[in-house]
């Protein structure tokens, strides 16, 4: 039973250390035009640049991830910018996307980390005279007392860790008009101590990023109650 208990404190202190989570992304330089009724728009299409090797493989997962949530918050998929159909799109999705090495300071940080005081086993003898009979008598008498369990404040010193970050960059346009108006624009990343599928993290960051693009709101039917 101890030795589960000794891995649990581990485990605690562990969690607790953890750099940055390689699961959260991080938003930045969002931009969302004010001025523009996205009710308006219906179908969209995908710019595909010429990517080669590992970069077509990553490019094609951030696109698949974009496209999911676009259609998930109520838009029309049209195909690719090389597509017939891209002449009816509303509006285009650009993407930029880099993979590279940063170098962050984590900043001190003090937490209370569960520590098991053991318990203490108290021995008291003495002797005890009866006046009745005359005697002494002699006494051994022990008390146990039990373990707790307290908390202690550790602190880890800053530090400097290097992380993978894969960074999206995503541009929305429309063309409706003679100029090109943008519509959306924005920047996800994450950071990683060990990347395994970069194509993933890559797709994980471009969804979270269009799920600040505003939602089509879908227009429904009342229902119709029947007559008795």
């Given at each position: 039973m101890r030795q589960w208990l000794l891995v649990l404190v581990a485990l605690v202190v562990v969690s607790v250390f953890t750099a940055p989570s390689m699961a959260?992304?991080?938003?930045?330089?969002?931009?969302?035009?004010?001025?523009?009724?996205?009710?308006?728009?219906?179908?969209?299409v995908l710019y595909e640049g010429e990517?080669?090797?590992?970069?077509?493989i990553f490019l094609k997962e951030i696109l698949q991830g974009i496209k999911e949530t676009l259609i998930r918050k109520g838009y029309e998929y049209g195909g690719n910018t090389a597509n017939r159909e891209n002449n009816t799109a509303d509006f285009v999705?650009?993407?930029?996307f880099s993979i590279h090495e940063e170098e962050i300071y984590i900043p001190p940080k003090t937490v209370l980390?569960?520590?098991?005081?053991?318990?203490?086993?108290?021995?008291?003898?003495?002797?005890?005279?009866?006046?009745?009979?005359?005697?002494?008598?002699?006494?051994?008498?022990?008390?146990?007392?039990?373990?707790?369990w307290t908390t202690v404040p550790v602190t880890r010193p800053g530090r400097y860790e290097t992380f993978?970050?894969?960074?999206?960059?995503?541009?929305?346009?429309?063309h409706r008009s003679e100029k090109p108006v943008l519509l959306f624009e924005g920047k996800a990343y994450k950071?990683?101590?060990?990347?395994?599928?970069?194509?993933?993290?890559?797709?994980?960051?471009?969804k979270d990023l269009m799920e600040e693009f505003p939602t089509k709101?879908?227009?429904?039917?009342?229902?119709?109650?029947?007559?008795?």
């Open positions: 959260k992304t991080y938003i930045s330089d969002l931009c969302v035009n004010p001025e523009v009724d996205f009710k308006s728009f219906r179908r969209f990517k080669e090797g590992a970069e077509a999705v650009s993407v930029a980390i569960p520590q098991f005081n053991p318990g203490r086993i108290y021995s008291t003898s003495g002797s005890i005279h009866s006046y009745l009979s005359g005697d002494w008598y002699h006494f051994d008498m022990t008390t146990t007392e039990s373990g707790q993978q970050v894969p960074e999206v960059f995503i541009q929305v346009y429309s950071l990683i101590k060990r990347m395994k599928k970069p194509q993933e993290s890559l797709k994980s960051a471009a709101k879908v227009k429904t039917e009342p229902s119709r109650k029947k007559k008795k």
